[in-house]
């Protein structure tokens, strides 16, 4: 695997692999890579010649009061796993090479970027649309690949993509991982490293009651009683506050209060301790 830190070595990589025909597919990441990054690595091997992880915490999607400078950064570690996997690159640039003296563009995504994270993170989104347009435009993957556990991400990216004639190839070239879970139901991910032992046995409670709500929703109660219901259910499970527990389309991400023929999710970020946890699942038809 080649460890890439500036541009000018990766576009060489990059170029060389092109001129022998070959495809690239491409995974995002902020690293402190676990069993969800390492299954969209997989999934990206499945679909291209070549496979470009990168790695780089991305400062713009951090709030002022966010875990920027707590945010794990285990490279070394993650650079076994990578190599494990058969990645071919990593790219792992610098704040400096990613954002350099005067940098002064941002991408704003409408629409599906305003509520949900986006309202609880203002900015968090411009953030993570201004790096991904900038690190398609370094790598010009074939595919590349996102995981579903950051659902409106995926959708934010999606849009972005479309509006902006990105030049990935295939209509389908933004691909959806399902989400990779623990035994006991909650979803992987980077941030779960904070919660203590009592935290983490109880943020189980996320995707039980998720789970639960659903099950209500499908067999007809009222949507806004099972989303109250809910939010109590995580209060009481030892979260501390829930920034949102709702029902959407999975497409648009307009809010919703009844079920209908199209696909719709159960979105939530809820904290626990010092950590805000997000998850989301399909309910009814979208299932
Ligand atoms: N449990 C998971 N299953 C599938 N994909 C995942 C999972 N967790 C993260 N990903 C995906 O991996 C990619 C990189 O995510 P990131 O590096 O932010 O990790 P993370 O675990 O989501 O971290 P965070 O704690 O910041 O949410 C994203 O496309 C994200 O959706
Ligand atoms: C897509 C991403 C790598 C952009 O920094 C990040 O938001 C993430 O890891 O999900
Ligand atoms: N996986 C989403 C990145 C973030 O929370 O900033």
Redesign the pocket.
């Known amino acids: 695997m080649q460890s890439l830190h500036r541009l000018d070595h990766l576009r060489s990589a990059i170029e060389a692999w092109r001129a022998k025909g070959e495809s690239i597919a491409f995974v995002p990441t902020?690293g402190a890579l676990h069993e969800g990054h390492l299954t969209l690595v997989r999934a990206a091997r499945e679909k291209a010649d070549r496979v470009v992880v990168s790695i780089f915490v991305?400062p713009t999607?951090?709030g002022p009061n966010e875990d920027l400078d707590a945010y794990p950064r285990t490279l070394e570690a993650d650079s076994r796993l990578l190599e494990g996997e058969g990645v071919d690159a990593l790219w792992a640039p610098n704040a400096e090479e990613m954002y350099p003296d005067g940098f002064a563009t941002s991408i704003s995504v409408e629409g599906v970027s305003a509520d949900f994270?986006g309202a609880s993170?203002p900015g968090?989104f411009a953030?993570?649309a201004t790096v991904v347009c900038k690190l398609f435009n370094q790598v010009r993957p074939d595919v590349a690949l996102f995981?579903e556990?950051?659902w409106q991400?995926l959708a934010v990216i999606r849009r972005m993509a479309r509006d902006l004639d990105l030049s990935l190839p295939y209509a389908d070239a933004i691909l959806g991982v399902p989400t990779v879970r623990e035994a006991d139901g909650l979803a992987l991910?980077?941030?779960n490293r904070y919660l203590d032992e009592t935290a983490r046995a109880q943020a189980a409670v996320l995707p039980t009651a998720m789970r639960q709500a659903i099950a209500r929703i499908e067999a007809g109660a009222p949507v806004g009683a099972a989303l109250r219901d809910l939010e109590h259910r995580l209060i009481e499970g030892g979260f501390s506050k829930v920034d949102y527990a709702a029902l959407a389309d999975a497409a648009s991400l307009d809010r919703i209060d009844t079920l209908g023929s199209r696909p719709a999710r159960l979105l939530v970020a809820a904290h626990i301790q010092a950590t805000r946890l997000?998850d989301n699942m399909a309910v009814g038809s979208g299932r």
């Open positions: 902020m991305n999607q951090f994270c993170r968090h953030g993570v995981g556990k950051d991400q991910s980077s941030r997000i």
